[in-house]
């Protein structure tokens, strides 16, 4: 089975709450083994830019099955080269995208954009660790998650037997 939407918003999540974490403005992108669009955020005043460079570097990741900095000093060899140009162009082979692989093969890839090329990195693989860490929720600061959390734990403190 391939990569969901729900698994991308997911990937999404994971990789704007680190950038939130970091203090920085990104977009990311989650795109398919193909290197198809899966799911994209752009985050208030992250620079436009960053919204094709994430699609860039997922595709270049989930291209070549790894992350797409480790392709950076490869990007003027034949292969690569050639391969970035059937493709149409698309590719971006710097770092800040990580492929999201299962079972050995890979599925897609997440790709960050509008911090420095290690934020990038960070961010993509937080969101990408979503996957395999589901119930661990990456920490947004919502007011309406801040009082669902307490309505909770309200609810488990008046529950028969329960001790404090």
């Not at 999404?12 to 989650?30: C, D, M, P, W």
């Not at 790894?66 to 770092?95: F, L, N």
């Not at 693989?125 to 860490?133: S, Y």
Request: aromatic residues 2%; proline residues 5%; hydrophobic residues 40%.
């Amino acid at each position: 089975m391939g990569l969901t939407l729900e698994e991308a918003n997911r990937i999404l999540r994971g990789a704007l709450a680190k950038a939130q974490e970091l203090n920085i403005k990104i977009s990311a992108s989650v795109c398919d083994a193909g290197g198809r669009p899966v799911a994209f955020q752009r985050m208030d005043n992250a620079i436009w830019a960053s919204a094709y460079a994430s699609q860039g570097k997922a595709v270049a990741s989930a291209a070549f099955g790894r992350p797409s900095g480790e392709m950076a000093e490869r990007a003027d060899q034949p292969t690569p080269r050639g391969v970035a140009a059937a493709e149409g162009g698309h590719m971006i082979m710097g770092q800040g995208a990580v492929p999201i692989i299962r079972n050995g093969v890979v599925e897609g890839a997440c790709g960050v954009s509008g911090g420095t090329a290690q934020q990038d990195e960070d961010c993509a693989r937080a969101g990408v660790a979503q996957l395999q860490h589901p119930l661990r929720r990456p920490r947004v600061r919502l007011l309406s998650d801040i009082r669902a959390v307490h309505r909770q734990r309200s609810a488990v403190r008046h529950l028969p037997g329960h001790v404090p």
